[in-house]
């Protein structure tokens, strides 16, 4: 058995994916428009929404707002700028999560963001 992977097997989308979705904390992609592109199964699950439900919505709806979030972490980034972190509210759920911004450039331009929203534990 050829235990060698090349890097183009290693890194696939449906590995990517399959990776993501076992994480327990809830990732979020979106473009420079804060459209959503994609979610993993935790964020399914604190939002009570299927990706396909997600999927071309804005970002910021999945907080209940109908413009981006005065404080967003999105608006706020510069290139080479360090994360930022902020404390988000779960519509419905109430739960409490730290929420930083990954941001992924081409050409200088800002091309996705990864939500990355981790739960916040009660004695935090």
């Not at 005065?70 to 739960?95: A, E, F, W, Y």
């Amino acid at each position: 058995m050829d235990s060698e992977i090349s890097k183009d097997e290693l890194y696939t989308e449906k590995l990517m994916n399959m990776i993501l979705d076992i994480v327990d904390d809830i990732i979020i992609i979106h473009d420079s428009c804060h459209t959503v592109i994609w979610m993993n199964k935790a964020a399914e699950k604190a939002f009570g929404k299927s990706a396909d439900q997600v999927i071309g919505r804005k970002c910021y709806s999945l907080f209940g707002n109908t413009v981006s979030c005065s404080d967003c972490v999105v608006n706020q980034m510069n290139v080479g700028s360090p994360q930022n972190v902020k404390r988000r509210i779960i519509p419905g759920t109430n739960l409490v999560c730290d929420c930083a911004a990954v941001p992924y450039y081409e050409g200088g331009k800002l091309k996705l963001v990864v939500q990355h929203l981790r739960p916040v534990s009660d004695g935090q």
